[in-house]
């Protein structure tokens, strides 16, 4: 008798993410699907709106990572007027980068993904927060809480507000760094360095103490993808996309916007989230990692000394290879930290980032355009495809957030969690926290568009074929 | 009367998930406050003995700004069965961990307040049903009949003599 396990995590307005587990006969797990809802129809409600829009209407579907959508539709704007913006703008829209990516990787540490690792998988749910984080340690919490203010106030520095800050145009920015700015963001780095080098200490201080749960829990083979400089550095903002194979071999290297060439999506009946894959394995072969781990596995060095010294570590892990684990996204996401600390650092020393040469404007003859954009989110590769009719409307928008990207490895991950650890015959806390803690490492956004009150509690149940409920767990 | 904030939360793209804002200018009107505009989310002016915003999502950022106010009042859609059309229930602290989602909920805020900075304000949640959350920018016309009856909740909350406040 076969029987079926769902967890619904995030059930809001239609279900924005569950798990469904199927165990066969015996109980054991027979197959694991995991459901994402995707921006349903946002593509089309942009189609007709002026190209020149788009910062500013894509930034308003996520209140948890607009920067992200704010500048991959700049640089898909600065494709479809056919404008390079200055170096200053550049160095500028990297900064605000930073500051979300600071805030964002720290968030997600500290709120998310600590407490799994400070307490133990198999802890009371009911203290496995960061509230018990608060309890035994004020100062590290506190310290967070300051790691994501720091972030923010750099997107509200530039951005003029914290919220839907308007900021990057067609061209470049629309304001220069002012030296009052400057001075007060660089002297919070010191401190602000600090708490991303504990933060890392504390990742990777579990990893090595629990080197054989992060070898094997949700590891696999997979191919890898992110942004890389000329030299094949790490690069977060602009570059060319590498994707290395499954033993870390070159792939391809392209330039974004050639992606179509190289990418496709495959669509599965029980996912409103399509699946991207390399067109050149084709699926299910193709299917890539994207974010932290994805981005370190492709890139031969990081830019700055701190993390520089970490990669080289990071690098040993698999003897050179791709590391593998799902757990050493939380290692890659604070090298990453480190990164983008120290980055700023190096921003904000740069002389050309104080000049008032922030734009270049568009040609008028550029129209009809088309234009792709595409930026290293903290949750992996985000792209943007516009195209427009000779007055700049938008005639076709087509968006692969990072979420979608790491889809399948999402999907592949919960399953090999649930195989590994699901007992069909009896559920408990510490199952069920696992298969969340696979997909946690990734860092999905599957509540990007709606919050309205009124989920369902996360519920794991396991039912048998003829649908009778045999166990539940609820929280 | 506490110093209050009303702390409306929600994507005005998506339809009645966005009806938070259509609520809190109601209430600013009523309290003859300027209303916010279409880029304004309230926090560039935050110095009367009554203020509100209007946030994407709740998040750990404000929770330095709640410390500042004795009395909080959350304004959200609702999309649960077992609800009322107009919801109006007292909020305390919560210390339970989020899943995947990035954003808080009003007694997760509340947890975190009394927690990091000892902070305990009296809170209340004003939320009203949701029926579409299509990507547009107007609400439904159910969930739009229920905006005066939340504003009207939510200046009960705030204990004011009645004329002073503008219908």
């Known amino acids: 008798m ?6 619904e995590p995030v059930t809001r307005i239609e279900g924005h993410g569950r798990v469904t587990i199927h165990l066969d006969d015996k109980g054991e797990v027979e197959q694991t699907f995991f459901h994402v809802d995707e921006f349903r129809g946002l593509e089309k409600f942009c189609e007709g709106r002026p190209y020149y829009e788009m910062p500013q209407i894509t930034q308003r579907i996520c209140g948890i990572c607009p920067i992200s959508h704010h500048l991959a539709a700049s640089k898909a704007c600065d494709a479809v007027a056919r404008v390079v913006p200055t170096r200053t703008a550049k160095l500028l829209r990297e900064l605000i980068h930073m500051g979300q990516m600071v805030q964002s990787h720290g968030m997600h540490f500290f709120y998310l993904a600590a407490p799994d690792l400070l307490f133990g998988f198999d802890s009371d749910p009911a203290t496995r927060n960061v509230f018990r984080i608060i309890k035994e340690n004020p100062q590290l919490a506190l310290k967070a809480v300051n790691l994501r203010r720091f972030g923010q106030q750099i997107i509200e520095k530039l951005g003029g507000k914290r919220i839907h800050a308007n900021f990057t145009v067609a061209g470049g920015v629309n304001a220069p760094l002012t030296e009052e700015n400057r001075k007060a963001i660089a002297a919070e780095l010191k401190v602000m360095t600090e708490i991303g080098k504990e933060a890392l200490s504390i990742a990777k201080g579990w990893l090595e103490a629990n080197k054989e749960t992060a070898a094997s829990f949700a590891s696999f083979p997979s191919n890898y993808m992110g942004l890389v400089d000329l030299e094949g550095g790490l690069q977060l903002y602009d570059g060319e996309i590498r994707v290395r194979g499954v033993n870390g071999e070159l792939l391809a290297q392209f330039k974004p916007e050639y992606y179509l060439s190289y990418i496709a999506e495959h669509v599965e009946s029980w996912s409103f989230l399509k699946h991207p894959y390399l067109r050149m394995l ?13 981005r370190l596995n492709v890139i031969d060095k990081i830019g700055t000394p701190l993390a520089q010294e970490e990669f080289k570590l990071f690098r040993q892990i698999n003897e050179g290879k791709p590391v593998e684990g799902s757990l050493y996204y939380h290692y890659a996401r604070m090298i990453e930290l480190l990164y983008c600390l120290e980055r700023i650092g190096q921003l904000l020393d740069d002389p050309d980032i104080m000049s008032n040469d922030v734009r270049n404007y568009p040609p008028l003859e550029a129209l009809p355009g088309q234009g792709v954009g595409v930026i290293e989110a903290p949750r992996g ?9 000779e007055n700049g409307l938008l005639t076709r928008v087509n968006l692969i957030v990072a979420t979608g990207n790491n889809n399948w490895a999402m999907h592949t991950a919960a399953g090999s969690v649930a195989k590994a650890y699901v007992n069909g015959n009896k559920l408990t806390e510490g199952m069920l926290n696992r298969v969340e803690a696979a997909i946690r490492c990734y ?9 309205a009150i009124g989920k369902m509690p996360l519920v794991i149940r396991l039912l048998a074929a003829d649908g009778t409920e045999l166990d539940r767990i609820s929280r | 009367m506490p110093r209050t904030i009303i702390v409306g939360y929600g994507n005005i793209d ?8 259509g609520i809190i200018n109601l209430v600013r009107q009523a309290l003859g ?24 999502q709740l998040v750990p950022d404000i929770m330095e700004l709640l410390t500042g106010y004795e009395q909080i009042i959350f304004v959200d859609a609702h999309a649960g069965a077992d609800m009322e059309d107009l919801n109006c229930s007292k909020v305390t602290p919560q210390y339970v961990s989020s899943t995947f989602t990035h954003h808080m909920t009003p007694d997760v805020i509340l947890a975190f307040l009394k927690t990091l900075y000892q902070h305990e304000p009296e809170a209340y949640i004003v939320s009203v049903r949701a029926h579409d959350f299509d990507f547009k920018r107007s609400f439904s016309p159910k969930t739009q009949s229920l905006l005066r009856p939340a504003s009207d909740k939510i200046i009960e909350l705030l204990k004011i003599d009645l004329p002073l406040v503008r219908r």
């Open chain 1, 443 to 451: 860092d999905p956004c599957l509540s990007c568009a709606t919050h």
């Open chain 2, 33 to 56: 406050q300027k209303i916010l505009e279409d880029e304004d989310t309230g926090l560039e002016k935050l110095d009367g003995e009554i203020d509100s915003v209007f946030l994407p």
């Open chain 1, 282 to 294: 084709g699926w299910p072969k193709g299917f890539y990692r994207v974010g932290p781990l994805g």
């Open chain 1, 381 to 389: 590769t985000l792209f943007h495809d516009y195209g427009t009719d």
């Open chain 2, 14 to 21: 998506r339809s009645d998930d966005g009806v938070a804002y």
């Open chain 1, 2 to 7: 076969g029987q079926k396990i769902t967890i």
